[in-house]
């Protein structure tokens, strides 16, 4: 038989090549998904079970095959403006669904070692850092931020940490910006570069730490399978750019000039409001724990070859 692995959250960026990979290193693979989710694109084999946070509840067959369990699920950050409600939404989103699956876990007895859950993967982000941390350079030992998102993110991990006390192997990745041309950051980049209208925002020179998808998908996995990983890990590339840089080596992938001036941040603030902080501000973090604990082996670790393969034409 397979090993089963059950994933929330998996109809998003992530999740969607997540599953792909998986399946295709012969896993099984079910979603964990809201009620009114669109399951329009769930791959065949692929079976989906419902949740709903606000209520509490989760389909009682989730849990009990799950060998691991993979938490994707939160709302963007990035989607909508931070008004009270939608900042109340991504903490909720994130926080409230971990608790619950904590909750759901403890009463299953998934501890037990009838059938163990070999791991819980929680996705998190170094947004825990700080939305803005200038040039300072930050490990996984480094202080958390004051701000928003800052707060999020703790509140995530200390969910998380509610898994890892019920004698749960228990990872947070702390993600950077993933490159996808399928969605993200670098989609909102890429578009209007297509369309001759491309530029850097703000200064140019925040720092920020990416990651290839397809390597935050095998980072997954490779700490879904290495019992000697726990904790927290910086899931980024080594090798961070500033937002001028991936912003002309986009440019150089599509092959369009950049010839406007850099989109100013009073522009940006009054467009987005406090919201605004998630592209005016810049993290220089290394992937410490990864590169020295693990074997794992990026395939992507410059930014030209990452944007290269997914957006040359």
């Known amino acids: 038989m397979p090993q089963h692995v059950l994933i929330t959250g998996g109809s998003g960026l992530i999740g969607t090549r997540l599953t792909e990979l998986l399946?295709?290193?012969?896993?099984?693979?079910?979603?964990?998904?809201?009620?009114?989710?669109?399951?329009?694109?769930?791959?065949?084999?692929?079976?989906?079970?419902?949740?709903?946070?606000?209520?509490?509840?989760?389909?009682?067959?989730?849990?009990?095959?799950?060998?691991?369990?993979?938490?994707?699920?939160?709302?963007?950050?990035?989607?909508?403006?931070?008004?009270?409600?939608?900042?109340?939404?991504?903490?909720?989103?994130?926080?409230?669904?971990?608790?619950?699956?904590?909750?759901?876990?403890?009463?299953?007895?998934?501890?037990?070692?009838?059938?163990?859950l070999k791991a819980f993967l929680s996705a998190s982000a170094i947004g825990v850092y700080g939305a803005d941390t200038g040039g300072r350079i930050l490990t996984e030992s480094s202080a958390p931020g004051r701000d928003f998102l800052a707060d999020v993110t703790l509140r995530w991990e200390a969910a998380a940490e509610e898994v890892a006390q019920l004698g749960i192997r228990t990872v947070k990745m702390r993600t950077g910006i993933v490159l996808s041309e399928k969605g993200?950051?670098?989609?909102?980049?890429?578009?209007?570069?297509?369309?001759?209208?491309?530029?850097?925002?703000?200064?140019?020179?925040?720092?920020?730490?990416?990651?290839?998808?397809?390597?935050?998908?095998?980072?997954?996995?490779?700490?879904?399978?290495?019992?000697?990983?726990?904790?927290?890990?910086?899931a980024v590339a080594p090798n961070p750019v500033t937002n001028d840089q991936l912003t002309k080596l986009a440019a150089d992938a599509l092959g369009k000039p950049l010839w406007l001036p850099r989109v100013p941040a009073f522009a940006l603030r009054l467009a987005f409001g406090e919201m605004a902080a998630v592209v005016l501000g810049g993290n220089h973090v290394l992937n410490g724990r990864v590169a020295k604990e693990t074997d794992f082996t990026y395939r992507f670790t410059d930014a030209r070859e990452a944007l290269e393969n997914l957006l040359k034409e």
């Open 184 to 234: 993200g950051a670098l989609a909102k980049i890429a578009q209007p570069i297509r369309l001759g209208a491309g530029a850097a925002l703000g200064s140019g020179r925040q720092i920020l730490s990416w990651i290839h998808l397809d390597d935050l998908a095998r980072l997954f996995i490779y700490a879904m399978e290495d019992e000697t990983m726990r904790g927290a890990y910086n």
């Open 23 to 116: 399946r295709q290193q012969g896993y099984s693979v079910a979603h964990l998904s809201r009620p009114n989710s669109n399951r329009s694109a769930t791959p065949t084999g692929v079976r989906v079970h419902e949740w709903d946070v606000a209520k509490g509840e989760l389909d009682e067959r989730a849990l009990p095959e799950a060998d691991y369990l993979i938490h994707l699920a939160g709302a963007g950050i990035a989607d909508e403006r931070w008004t009270e409600s939608r900042k109340k939404e991504i903490i909720d989103s994130r926080v409230e669904s971990t608790r619950l699956l904590a909750r759901k876990l403890k009463a299953a007895g998934r501890q037990s070692t009838a059938h163990p």
